[in-house]
């Protein structure tokens, strides 16, 4: 376990270093003048370019440019926005939001997927198994631009019952919407992946023994195959949550929420280098240590596997 | 999940006419031909089929459905609703919201397949040799796999298209080199395991043994035989290629001046879904038709040719 622990952090940070840099390059050559995208309309003077070209480096090369962000990322220093603002200071403010959706979702996906897929499992072949599958199918199927904003204009303004933008206090049911429509991005594998495994498992041996020694149909699914078949639903949570990011900028945008994804998609329209490279640094660092623990979560779960 | 019975009773006399049993006897079914027997049953099957016909008869020849132009709008038809004369009312620039949606389905189209194909390609070069070659050249090739999965999906799209995709062009371009360059990674580790479980077969060994080299043998011998999962998997990557575009395109850094797209008509109609709503949920309906036929194909496909899921 231990080595293996070992082994897992070490490729976290081949992989932490390589995305980082990959995201650095793209953005960086991405800027034809971050300059005058930052004066807008108004001309700037040589000695202005001067001195806020110092300030950026950018006149420095590639590599020392990626040197001096990653210093900042490491020692959490996110550096200004193009606006000025202080990028981990614009974070601190957005992120709350953001994280009390992606929770909302990901807990009411959850609750939903499991207890489907459960009950799919149980009467496999029957009318609700056939009738979730499909409907898993549909929802797979349905992009979050087509969802997002149709869930907006059906439960949001036709039928107002949810409101149709949040804020950045909003209260729970608030982001009650949003966080359906952005849960529907991860249900569908989650409802799947627990339906095929509860299969598995009925067959299982234990469960012929829990059974013969007496104990209700009821405590053998729901105790006894419930616990062995959500290990690999478990496992999705880490891919989940790069869906769920995406899902966010998406979601964020249409319902108006000021979250991590509503400045990300901001700051692409304005052309903000350093805020996108800042924010989505953050993101990838985040996602990686999740599925990192996600995999020590794994091997501490079932300890039928062995990692070498 | 569909009734066997009641498309065999129809079905069953068919080949029985032709040459077909004959045929059978004598030979064993291939994977492929056990498959087909299975798919030709499946009702999820041809529904998928039959809307993905319908799709790219629109993308190839969109005024087989639509006389009206979509790109001569008149402002005095703002969303006006439907008529005889424009099915799906107008939009807020006076368009036509039908000739637009049947327009659209060819950029949708052309980035989805051309987008796959590259993924594909890449996907099968990266499993192909991670897989064969084993050992050195597969860790390198994993962990630059790991790099790519290490950047969430539509972080690293929008920062790449946005890098791509040139003032006066339409972005067709740079959307498929986007699409493609992020999405192979899902291919090659299906190519890789396929591989590697395969390239021990006794074939193999037969092919090398006759002195064919690594060229060769992952080309001839071990590819046909590995082909099938991988398939499978860009034909779902199709359908979730088309879903990307359309997000990215509505994000503003996909498809865009004078470009027809159902992202871009959805990310217009949006802010006026109070005031009409046709706009919004015609596009919406046929991205949503368009992905799920693609989704459906891959998933029946994957069904027919491994029984074991079901």
Sequence with gaps: ?308 | MSDPNAVTAVEAPAPQAGPRPGRKSDKPRSLAGDAWIDLRRNKIFWVSVVLVVVILLMAIWPSLFTSADPRACTLANQHKGASGSAYFGYDFQGCDVFAKTVYGARNSIIVGIMSTLLAGVIGMIFGLCAGYFGGWADAVLSRGIDIMLGIPFLLGAIVLSNRLVTENSDGVLAVTLTLGLLTWTSAARVMRSAVISSKNQDYVAAGRMLGAGPGRLMLRHILPNSIASFIVVLTILLGTNIASEATLSFLGVGLKNDAISWGISISEASPYARVATEPLVWPSIFLAATVLAFIMLGDAIRDAFDPKLR
Excluded: C
């Excluded at chain 1, 220093?77 to 990028?87: A, C, E, F, V, Y």
């Excluded at chain 1, 992120?95 to 959850?110: D, E, F, M, Q, S």
């Design chain 1, 1 to 308: 376990m231990f080595r293996y622990i070992v082994r897992r952090l070490l490729q976290m940070v081949l992989t932490f270093f390589g995305a980082t840099f990959v995201v650095f390059a793209l953005t960086f050559a991405n800027q034809d003048d971050p300059l005058q995208a930052l004066a807008g309309e108004r001309p700037i003077t040589e000695s202005q370019r001067i001195a806020l070209t110092e300030r950026y480096h950018l006149n420095e090369s590639f590599l020392t440019q990626y040197w001096y962000y990653m210093k900042g990322l490491l020692t959490g220093d996110l550096g200004t926005s193009l606006t000025g603002q202080k990028i981990s200071a614009m974070l601190a403010n957005a992120w709350p939001v953001t994280l009390k959706l992606a929770l909302l979702a990901i807990v009411i996906a959850a609750t939903i997927a499991v207890t489907a897929g459960v009950y799919s499992a149980i009467r496999r072949g029957g009318l609700f198994d056939n009738v979730t599958l499909v409907a898993t199918l549909v929802v797979l199927a349905m992009p979050i631009v087509v969802l997002a904003p149709l869930a907006q204009l059906i439960f949001g303004i036709k039928l107002g019952w949810f409101p149709p933008t949040a804020t950045r206090d909003a209260s729970l049911y608030d982001l009650l919407l949003p966080a359906l429509v952005l849960g529907s991005l991860v249900i569908a594998t989650e409802l799947r992946v627990t339906r095929t495994s509860v299969v598995e498992n009925l067959r299982a041996d234990y469960v012929r023994t829990a059974r013969a020694k007496g104990l209700t149909r009821r405590r053998v699914i729901w105790v006894h195959v419930l616990r062995n078949s959500l290990i690999p639903v478990v496992t999705l949570i880490g891919v989940d949550l790069g869906g769920l990011m995406s899902g966010a900028i998406v979601t964020e945008k249409i319902f108006n929420i000021p979250g991590v994804g509503f400045n990300i998609a901001r700051a692409i329209t304005t052309e903000d280098g350093p805020l996108v490279v800042g924010f989505v640094s953050v993101l990838v660092v985040i996602f990686l240590i999740v599925n990192l623990l996600v995999d020590l979560l794994y091997a501490a779960l079932d300890p039928r596997i062995r990692y070498e």
